[in-house]
Nanobody
C-alpha cells in the first residue's frame, strides 16, 4: 500500500522557518517525482516544489524560490521542504504527492501525481 505521511507543520510567526517531511512507503521511491503542493481556503491547489529522485532535479514556484529548499534522502525514503522567511500568504495545508517520473509532464501541476498524503497545516501569523 502506498503511503505518504507529512509532518512538521505548525504555527510560526512571519519571518520564521519550518521544515516539512514526507515519509514514503509502499513503492520503489527511486524513479519517482515527489512534489509539495499547498491549498489555502477558497483557493486552488498550487505546486510549491518538486524533486526527481533519480537525478535530484528540483523545481520551485516563483512565489517560494529563494525561500524554500526541497531535498531528498533516498535511503530514508523521505523528502524535506525547508521553508524560510515565511509569510502569512504561505498559510495553507501542505501536501506531498508522488508519481513515477516518466508520467509527470509538469512537475508543479497536481494532475500528474497519482499518490497523495493527508496534508499538514502551516499557519504563518503576521
Amino acid at each position: 500500500e502506498v503511503q505518504l505521511v507529512e509532518s512538521g507543520g505548525g504555527l510560526v510567526q512571519a519571518g520564521g522557518s519550518l521544515r516539512l517531511s514526507c515519509a514514503a512507503s509502499g513503492f520503489t521511491f527511486y524513479g519517482y517525482a515527489i512534489g509539495w503542493f499547498r491549498q489555502a481556503p477558497g483557493k486552488e491547489r498550487e505546486g510549491v516544489s518538486a524533486i526527481t529522485s533519480s537525478d535530484g532535479n528540483t523545481y520551485y514556484a516563483a512565489s517560494v524560490k529563494g525561500r524554500f529548499t526541497i531535498s531528498s534522502d533516498n535511503a530514508k525514503r523521505t523528502v524535506y521542504l525547508q521553508m524560510n522567511s515565511l509569510k502569512p500568504e504561505d498559510t495553507a495545508v501542505y501536501y506531498c504527492a508522488a508519481s513515477e517520473e516518466h508520467t509527470v509532464v509538469k512537475a508543479l501541476t497536481h494532475v500528474w501525481y497519482d499518490y497523495w498524503g493527508q496534508g499538514t497545516q502551516v499557519t504563518v501569523s503576521s
